[in-house]
């Protein structure tokens, strides 16, 4: 018997024994015994749900939103670090030539 025989024959093993075996080739999640919460349905029920429009790099909405945190948590960072006075190290400004 090759690999793949002794692969089939392994998985019917646990299968009959019961055991939780993840099938990690299967590529139907419907067909892998999951359970979902009925709620999961609801986000159907939004007309927006109907429309199939693949963006392969990521919905509009989304990439903004990426965009935003990350520019938000850089600038928290970079004035975080110009004002670290537990090691004394402040903003440094320069002083007007008139003084």
């Known amino acids: 018997m090759g690999h793949g025989g002794e692969r089939a024959g ?3 093993r646990l299968r009959r024994k019961r055991d939780a075996i993840a099938d990690l080739t299967a590529s139907n999640p419907t067909r ?6 009925a709620s999961l349905l609801d986000a159907l029920m939004d007309p927006r749900a109907l429309d199939y429009d693949p963006q392969p790099r990521g919905l509009p909405a989304a990439r903004d939103a990426v965009c935003r945190y990350y520019a ?6 970079i004035l975080t670090r110009l004002c670290d006075h537990e090691h004394q190290r402040g903003v440094q400004l320069p002083l007007p030539a008139a003084l």
């Not at 938000?72 to 960072?77: N, Q």
């Open 10 to 12: 392994a998985g019917a």
């Open 32 to 37: 892998c015994g999951f359970t979902y919460p």
């Open 72 to 77: 938000d948590h850089a600038w928290r960072s």
